[in-house]
């Protein structure tokens, strides 16, 4: 899957991830390969993905997120400035 996750002020991450936890706005929620599409709201929180078999965290304040065809794109505005 291709997640890319973007800031108002920048692009953060660009790659091929095999999964993803989204602060979702009713609770955490994650995506795997041929998830469903959807558009959720997201809180405060971690986004947390897997990408070269190693885990990243990403702290967000709050964003939205579009998931189709195996592809995720996460609009975030980040805790720190």
């Known amino acids: 899957m291709l997640l890319e996750i973007l800031s ?6 660009e790659g091929e991830i095999s999964s993803v936890i989204f602060p979702g706005s009713n609770g955490k929620f ?3 390969k041929n998830h469903a599409p959807i558009i959720s709201f997201l809180s405060e929180g971690n986004i947390s993905y897997v ?8 702290s967000i304040s709050s ?6 065809e195996n592809k ?3 609009l975030i505005e980040t805790n720190s400035k």
């Open 72 to 74: 995720i794109c996460a």
């Open 8 to 13: 108002p002020e920048n692009q953060i991450f």
């Open 30 to 32: 994650q995506v795997l």
């Open 51 to 58: 990408t070269n078999n190693k885990n990243e965290i990403l």
């Open 63 to 68: 964003g939205v997120v579009e998931v189709f």
